[in-house]
C-alpha cells in the first residue's frame, strides 16, 4: 500500500454503501455533512439510517448487493459482516471506483482517518491500521489543544489571506503579514476585529 493523506470532494458524487450494521452508520456519519448522493445496500439496517432514509437523506435498496448496483460509483464502501461479501464487492468494483473495504482495510484503496474538525481546520489522524483505539485517544488530546476558538481564528485568517492576496503588494510585504496573524495574538473576536481594521486601513494607504 501507498497511502497518503487527501481531502476529498464528495459533494454530489455517487457513494454506494453495503451493509446497513453499526460500521455503515459510522462511516455514512462520517461523510454525510459533504452531501453526496448515497445508496444504501442492504436487507436490513439500524434504527438511525432508517431516520436517514426517512427524511430522504439517503436512498435505501432493501435486498442484498449485486455487481450490478456498484456501477458508476465514485465510492464504495463494504461493510457487511460477511467477509466473503465484502471480498466480492471490491473484486467487482469498478477499475475507477475508490473503495473502503471495512473487515480488511488493506483489500481497498481508501482508508478513513479519523478526524477532527474546527470550521476550516482539519486534522486527519490514522495509524494506517496498527491502532484505531490510538487514533481515537490522540484525537481527544488534540482537540483540548484545538479548541472551538479555533473556528472562528480560521474565518479571520481566511478574511485576512483574502485581504492580502488581493492586496498590491510585493510577495515579501504579504509573507510577513501572513506570518504575523499566525500567532496566540489573534486569537479572541476582539483582537481580530482590530487586526482587519489596521489592515484595512494600511492597504487603503497603499491603493
Ligand atoms: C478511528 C476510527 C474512525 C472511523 O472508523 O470512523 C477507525 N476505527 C475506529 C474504531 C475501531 N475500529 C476497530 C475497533 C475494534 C478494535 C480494533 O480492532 O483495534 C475500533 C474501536 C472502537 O470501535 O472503539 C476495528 C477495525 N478497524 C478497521 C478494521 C479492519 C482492518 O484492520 O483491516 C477493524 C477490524 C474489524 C474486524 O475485526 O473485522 C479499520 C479501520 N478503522 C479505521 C478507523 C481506519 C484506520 C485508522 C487508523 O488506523 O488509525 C480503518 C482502516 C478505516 C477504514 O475502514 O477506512 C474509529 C474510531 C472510533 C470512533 O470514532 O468512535
Ligand atoms: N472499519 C472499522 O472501524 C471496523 C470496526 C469494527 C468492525 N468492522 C468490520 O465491519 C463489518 C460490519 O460490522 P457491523 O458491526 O456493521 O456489522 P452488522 O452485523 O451490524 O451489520 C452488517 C450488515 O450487513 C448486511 N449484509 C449482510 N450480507 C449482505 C449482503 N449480501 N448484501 C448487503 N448487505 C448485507 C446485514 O444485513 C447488516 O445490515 C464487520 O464485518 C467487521 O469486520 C470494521
Known amino acids: 500500500m501507498g497511502l497518503i493523506p487527501t481531502m476529498i470532494d464528495l459533494q454530489g458524487k455517487r457513494v454506494v454503501v453495503v451493509g446497513g450494521g453499526i460500521i455503515a452508520e459510522r462511516k455514512i456519519n462520517n461523510i454525510i455533512s459533504a452531501k453526496p448522493k448515497i445508496t444504501l445496500i442492504s436487507p436490513n439496517i439500524t434504527p438511525k439510517l432508517q431516520t436517514l432514509v426517512d427524511h430522504g437523506q439517503i436512498k435505501w435498496l432493501k435486498k442484498n448487493v449485486s455487481s450490478q448496483d456498484l ?16 471480498q466480492q464487492i471490491v473484486a467487482e468494483a469498478p477499475d475507477y471506483a475508490l473503495i473502503n473495504a471495512a473487515s480488511d482495510a488493506e483489500a481497498g484503496n481508501v482508508q478513513f482517518p479519523i478526524y477532527l474538525q474546527r470550521g476550516k481546520l482539519s486534522i486527519a489522524i490514522s495509524t494506517s491500521g496498527a491502532s484505531p483505539i490510538l487514533a481515537k485517544k490522540i484525537k481527544q488530546k488534540l482537540e483540548k489543544t484545538y479548541d472551538e476558538s479555533y473556528e472562528n481564528y480560521l474565518d479571520f485568517l481566511f478574511e485576512v489571506r483574502t485581504m492580502i492576496k488581493n492586496a498590491k503588494l510585493d510577495r515579501e510585504e504579504k509573507q510577513t503579514l501572513l506570518t504575523e496573524v499566525v500567532t496566540n ?11 482587519i481594521l489596521s489592515l484595512q486601513q494600511k492597504l487603503k494607504k497603499r491603493d
Do not use: G, H, P, R
Open 71 to 86: 456501477k458508476e460509483a465514485f465510492l464504495i464502501i463494504a461493510a457487511t459482516n460477511k467477509e466473503e461479501v465484502n
Open 185 to 195: 495574538d489573534f486569537m479572541n473576536a476582539a483582537q481580530q476585529t482590530k487586526y
